[in-house]
């Protein structure tokens, strides 16, 4: 085994990306050590870039959701239904370790996502606490990180190519209740957005409008199965965008938005989008991008709305998920969805890239 590998190192907010030979990780008892085949760069990478999110523990080895080969095993590690997983298999794992399964947040509230415990690979641990990241040449499995192989014909390009916006989009839609016939709204057209819109469409959504930018994304949310796309940088007016969804509901508005945007002022307007008694999910404000002023009577109170928002998500999303992507795999096609693929040295281009929006999702192959 070599004795060391190269990894990406985020030091600090707005420094450059450094490429850095560490010590080759080893596994803890019950933990593994995998051969990373690929990982993303989402939304999530900019903002960690750019200290968006607090409590980021510098320097970072970035990359959360990943693929890699089984490399070195410590004991026996084996999937939720009990099979074993040898050397050589070709996996992708639950991001998150730590939950506690034993406080308030996970026991009274049942809420794991809030466990004050929980942290996230590439995202919520340093560098200090070994290679936790995926943008490396190896990453260590913590004892306890569930392994989920990749199912029989689903590539690597295909899962990668749902990302982390896989079991997020399909919890977002989990929590909006989409029923058979509704029309869904989804305000975005990132990797979350998409993903929203084709478990909103397995789930039995009638009509599916996705509104966001730019022309690429849109036109992936079609061939993904939007009936109608709406591109705010050609209608940059929001009473105006709001008006296009409620001309197209009877003046009612829709039975289900999914902000999936980021930007805070998305949700005045999914609002305004919204029919009374409607359920409004927000998933897209993953970082704090400041505030806004809604009105309560109107928005809220008289529209009888049902608002939710939605944290992460949980080891049960991400098994689901890629369950319905290997079933559905050839009329989705997420591989399409991967722009392009990065060596290590040119991290920091495929930020710069995915902040410009110039790919849907990026991968960094060590
Ligand atoms: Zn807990
Ligand atoms: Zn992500």
Redesign the pocket.
């Known amino acids: 085994m070599a004795d060391e590998i190269r990894c990406v190192l985020m030091t600090a907010p707005d420094a450059p990306l450094e490429v850095r030979r560490v010590k080759a990780p080893r596994p803890a008892p019950g933990g593994a050590v995998l051969e990373m085949v690929a990982s993303e760069v989402c939304g999530t990478d900019v903002h960690l870039h750019h200290g968006q999110l607090a409590g980021v523990p510098y320097p970072i080895v970035p990359g959360h959701v990943s693929v890699g080969r089984v490399l070195e095993t410590n004991g026996p590690l084996r999937d939720v239904l009990g099979e074993e997983i040898g050397v050589g298999r070709l996996v992708t794992f639950y991001d998150v370790f730590g ?9 009274v509230a049942k809420a ?1 996502t809030r ?4 942290r996230v690979y590439g995202i919520t641990t340093g560098l200090a606490d070994g290679v936790l990241g995926g943008w490396a040449e190896r990453i260590e499995l913590r004892p306890g990180v569930r392994l989920l192989p990749l199912p029989e014909g689903v590539s690597v390009e295909e899962f990668m190519g749902g990302g982390c916006g896989l079991p997020t989009g399909f919890h977002a839609v989990e929590r909006a209740a989409v029923a058979l016939g509704d029309t869904v709204v989804v305000q975005g057209s990132g990797p979350v957005g998409l993903n929203a819109a084709i478990f909103a469409q397995l789930k039995g959504a009638l009509r599916l409008i996705v509104i966001g930018a730019p022309r690429a994304r849109l036109e992936a949310a079609r061939r993904l199965g939007a009936d109608e796309t709406l591109d705010i940088t050609e209608v940059p007016d929001s009473a105006e965008r709001a008006r296009f969804v409620r001309e197209r509901t009877g003046g009612r508005g829709a039975d289900v938005v999914i902000e999936a945007s980021g930007n805070p002022r998305a949700v005045v307007e999914g609002l305004e989008m919204l029919r009374d008694a409607g359920r409004y999910v927000v998933v897209g404000q993953y970082t704090d991008a400041g505030d806004i002023t809604l009105n309560p009577h109107r928005h809220v109170n008289r529209k009888h709305a049902t608002i939710l928002g939605c944290w992460g998500y949980e080891y049960t999303h991400l098994h689901r998920s890629v369950a319905m992507m290997a079933r559905h795999r050839e009329r989705f096609r997420w591989s399409s969805l991967v722009t392009r693929e990065y060596p290590l040295a040119e991290a920091g281009r495929a930020l710069a890239d995915m902040e410009a929006l110039s790919v849907v999702k990026a991968l960094v192959r060590p």
């Open positions: 939950v506690c399964g034993s406080c308030w947040h996970c026991l794991a466990c004050p415990s929980r």
